[in-house]
C-alpha cells in the first residue's frame, strides 16, 4: 500500500499554497519524491503523514522511574512545564513509551500553530517532528540543522551541525523511509469537516422526512383514538338516553338531557314520559307487572299497582337512586307518584 509523507515548512507560515517536499513510498521504498504545494496534494484523498520542519520539532528525552501510563502521562506534564516558555496550556505535549533505559522521549509544539495545518483539508494520519522520517541509527541535515533517530522512539534536532557528533548522514533515497514512532502530536487535533454541504443538506432533509413521517403517523394515531372514543361516548349517550333520536355531539347533549332531568323541564310530554317511565322501570322494579293503570300529568307520572301486588314502604335503597337522579316518588294506597325533587330551601328562607 503506497503511503504519502510531507515535509512542511514552519507552522508560522504555512498556506495551502506552501511549497513542501513530498515523497510516496512503497512497502517502505521511496519510489517517487517531489515538490508540491499543499492544495494539490490535498486533491490525492490520500492519509497523510506530516513531518514538521526542525525549528518547529521541540524535543527531548526524561528519566523517569517504571510508572502506570497515566502517572507517566502526569509526570511528563509536569516536567514540560519547566521545559516549556510560555503557558503549557497553549501546547500541544505528547511523549513516547518508557524505554528499556529508563528514558522517555518528549516533544510538543504550539497547539495554534498546530491548527493551521488541521486547515488546509489534509487527511491527516499523523503529525511527527522531523527526525522521525529517518531510518533508526542515521542522520540528516535539513536547513542548518542536524537530525538524528537514536531508536524507533528517540530522535533529536541538533542545530550546531557536525562539529561535535560522528554520525553517517542518510542518502536522498532513504530520508523518507524510517518508520513512524507509536506516538505522535497529531492527538486531538480537529480537522475541518470535508463532507461538504450536500451531504449537511442531505442529512437535513433525511432528518426533515423522518420528522414528517412521525409526525403524521401520531396524528392519524391521535385521530383514531379520537374517533374510538366519540364511538363509545355516543353508545354511552345512547344506553342512557335512549329517547334521544340521534347523537351528533356526545357530551352536549348528555349534559342537556342530566340537565332537563334535574331541572324537571323537558323538550315535549312525549319525551317527558319516556324518560319518566323507563327511570321507574330501573329503579322500582316491585313495579314490573303490577301496573293496573298510568297518568301522566302536569310533567308526573302516576302509577297504580295492582290490588295484590307487592306493595313496599315509600323508604327504601331505591329512594336514594331516585334522588341522585333528581326525583322523588311517592305512595297513596295503591297509587305511585313519580316527578321532579323539590328544590332545596335556601339557609333562612323560612325566618323570613
Known amino acids: 500500500m503506497k503511503r504519502l509523507r510531507i515535509g512542511l515548512p514552519p507552522l508560522d507560515k504555512l498556506t495551502l499554497e506552501s511549497q513542501v517536499k513530498f515523497a510516496w513510498l512503497d512497502r517502505g521504498v521511496v519510489v517517487e519524491e517531489g515538490y508540491a504545494s499543499l492544495a494539490q496534494l490535498g486533491?490525492?484523498?490520500?492519509?497523510?503523514?506530516?513531518?514538521?520542519h526542525p525549528r518547529d520539532s521541540l524535543l527531548t528525552s526524561l528519566e523517569l522511574p517504571p510508572l502506570p501510563a497515566a502517572k507517566t502521562a502526569d509526570a511528563v506534564a509536569c516536567a514540560a512545564q519547566a521545559l516549556i516558555l510560555g503557558p503549557v496550556g497553549q501546547m500541544q505535549v505528547a511523549h513516547g513509551p518508557r524505554e528499556s533505559d529508563g528514558r522517555v522521549q518528549v516533544a510538543w509544539v504550539s497547539k495554534a500553530a498546530l491548527e493551521r495545518l488541521a486547515q488546509v483539508q489534509l487527511k491527516l494520519r499523523g503529525v511527527y517532528p522531523a527526525p522521525y522520517a529517518l531510518p533508526v541509527g542515521t542522520a540528516a541535515l535539513d536547513e542548518g540543522y542536524l537530525l538524528t533517530r537514536d531508536s524507533l522512539q528517540q530522535g533529536a534536532v541538533h542545530p550546531l551541525g557536525l562539529q561535535t557528533l560522528d554520525v553517517r548522514l542518510v542518502d536522498a533515497q532513504q530520508r523518507w523511509s524510517g518508520p513512524v514512532p507509536t506516538w505522535g502530536l497529531h492527538g486531538r487535533l480537529r480537522q475541518p469537516s470535508t463532507a461538504g454541504w450536500g451531504r449537511a443538506l442531505a442529512c437535513v432533509a433525511l432528518a426533515t422526512a423522518i420528522w414528517t413521517v412521525g409526525l403524521n403517523l401520531y396524528a392519524a394515531r391521535q385521530v383514531h383514538e379520537g374517533q374510538r372514543l366519540k364511538a363509545l361516548m355516543s353508545q354511552q349517550v345512547r344506553q342512557a338516553f335512549p329517547e334521544l333520536p340521534v347523537v351528533l355531539n356526545p357530551l352536549q347533549q348528555a349534559r342537556q338531557q342530566l340537565a332537563a332531568r334535574q331541572t324537571g323541564a323537558a323538550?315535549?310530554?312525549?319525551?317527558?314520559?319516556?324518560?319518566?317511565?323507563?327511570?321507574?322501570?330501573s329503579s322500582l322494579p316491585f313495579m314490573v307487572g303490577s301496573v293496573d293503570n298510568l297518568t301522566f300529568e302536569q310533567g308526573r307520572l302516576h302509577v297504580e299497582l295492582l290490588a295484590d301486588s307487592r306493595n313496599p314502604t315509600a323508604e327504601g335503597e331505591w329512594q336514594?337512586?331516585?334522588?341522585?337522579?333528581g326525583f322523588i316518588a311517592t305512595r297513596d294506597d295503591h297509587a305511585w307518584t313519580i316527578g321532579p325533587a323539590p328544590a332545596?330551601?335556601?339557609?333562612?328562607?323560612?325566618?323570613?
Not at 486533491?43 to 514538521?52: G, I, M, T
Not at 336514594?320 to 337522579?325: G, K
Open 43 to 52: 486533491k490525492a484523498r490520500q492519509a497523510v503523514e506530516c513531518f514538521l
Open 267 to 281: 323538550s315535549d310530554p312525549g319525551q317527558r314520559f319516556t324518560s319518566l317511565l323507563q327511570l321507574a322501570g
Open 320 to 325: 336514594a337512586a331516585l334522588a341522585q337522579a
Open 344 to 352: 332545596a330551601e335556601k339557609p333562612g328562607a323560612g325566618d323570613e
